[in-house]
């Protein structure tokens, strides 16, 4: 008896355990999407659904991305960020969007985001980035970016962006969360209602209680604050076995694989794991498609083991296309920088709905996970776009290329079947795309 109530003992931790991690991020979609619909009489986690027969394109839509924002204020930085409140169709989707503006020698100061990491690309100006990992070591990783590079903020440590130019600078970020949350430092911690206890605050910062930290100024000294508290801000994070295991990937050997990446030492992490150069510059189009996708993923980012996300650059000639194709474990969320892009993904059977939309410089848009999606860009004009993806490695599925291109091919019996084809048309496309694939 003693023994059963053991191993029933042992049972009941390892599904607790199993069931603490499965709700350690966003919850998984068990439908295409669900649109969330604001009802401030009901509270759940995160929103409740819309009935997806009624959902339409322009609830997966944003417009006016490329507008900069006023940066008059004393941080000189605005942050426009489109989570699920923005864009009812991510809910479920477990991804959001930022944008932030930079005057010149702007800061978004040191803060957190509880639920998400952060995957930020610099567009415009000069940014001083950084991030702290936890206690004990409580180390700086910084880096200075330039138009082109990407950066990484693990989930739940504390970061910032700083345009150390004399012009104004401009970052897009993915995060992996429809409501990633924000924890600014200085203000969480000097501007609370109520108060924290200047007891308290004294104790845990060091400093004399008369420095004073009036909340009525908190926003004009929130610069001064951070720089202050900087080296021991990661403390207010909340500890966990996460936050003291920062995993950088490292080369597997051959004969042994996992879900994943394996780790290196957290102590060997540089701020190079977290860095890749370049992106402002335009990709080759020479192709059929006239489109290029580039996609830093963990095996170009390695810091990016275990943080869920991803980022890609498409590049696209005059009329050129990324094909119909699904990942399979990200929703992507794209803003248009340059072109005028057609895009759609279809939902699943048996409704088989299209939702389609044109998008100008700056237009976002949300192609939930899994399902089929293309963008074609319809100027004269080359395109650009760049995506947020929830996954360190969303996958891959280029329709045409998987159903006619596989190795070995699949049967023309069943493709002629499924597709309605004749066979010798099925055999032609084989064909043509075997040897692409």
Request: proline share 7%.
């Amino acid at each position: 008896m003693m023994k059963m109530g053991v191993h029933t003992l042992a049972t009941i931790a390892i599904l607790a355990l199993a069931s603490s991690l499965t709700y350690a991020s966003d919850p998984s979609p068990l439908q295409d999407f669900c649109v969330a619909i604001n009802d401030p009489a009901l509270f759940v986690n995160g929103k409740f659904c819309r009935d997806p027969m009624l959902a339409t394109a322009d609830d997966f839509f944003f417009p006016g991305l490329n507008i900069p924002r006023s940066t008059a204020n004393s941080l000189g930085s605005n942050v426009t960020l489109l989570d699920v409140t923005k864009i009812a169709g991510l809910n479920t989707l477990g991804i959001s969007l930022a944008r932030i503006d930079f005057a010149p020698y702007g800061l978004n100061p040191p803060h957190t985001h509880p639920r998400a990491t952060e995957i930020l690309v610099v567009v415009e100006g000069i940014i001083y980035v950084g991030f702290v990992s936890s206690f004990p070591a409580n180390r700086l990783f910084t880096k200075l970016l330039y138009p082109g590079d990407v950066f990484v903020f693990p989930e739940g440590l504390i970061h910032f962006q700083f345009n150390v130019a004399n012009t104004t600078g401009v970052t897009f970020s993915g995060l992996g969360s429809q409501s990633p949350g924000l924890i600014v430092i200085a203000n969480n911690v000097f501007g609370s209602t109520p108060p924290i206890s200047p007891d308290v605050l004294t104790k845990a910062f060091k400093l004399d209680k008369n420095v004073g930290f009036q909340r009525s100024i908190i926003a004009e000294s929130l610069f001064t604050v951070s720089k202050t508290c900087s080296n021991r801000s990661a403390m207010v994070a909340r500890s966990s076995s996460y936050f003291r295991r920062k995993r950088v990937h490292q080369r597997r050997r051959k004969d042994v694989f996992v879900n994943g990446k394996f780790c290196r030492d957290p102590m060997l992490a540089t701020a190079d794991d977290f860095f890749f150069p370049g992106l402002n510059i335009p990709r080759s189009t020479a192709n059929s498609l006239g489109s290029n996708v580039t996609l830093l993923d963990v095996t170009k980012i390695a810091g990016l083991n275990t943080l869920g996300i991803s980022l890609a650059r498409i590049d696209f000639a005059p009329y050129g296309l990324n094909p119909p194709h699904t990942h399979p474990r990200a929703t992507e969320l794209l803003v248009v920088v340059e072109g005028i892009i057609y895009v759609g993904f279809v939902s699943s059977f048996p409704a088989n709905r299209l939702f389609t939309k044109l998008l100008y410089p700056g237009d976002v848009f949300v192609f939930p996970e899994g399902l089929i999606h293309f963008q074609f860009n319809v100027a004269n004009t080359t395109g650009v776009t760049f995506s947020g993806l929830g996954s360190q490695n969303p996958g891959l599925i280029v329709i045409a290329n998987n159903v006619f291109g596989s190795t070995p091919p699949i049967s023309p019996d069943v493709l002629t079947k499924a597709f309605k084809l004749d066979k010798n048309v099925v055999e032609f496309l084989q064909k043509e795309f075997y040897t692409t694939s």
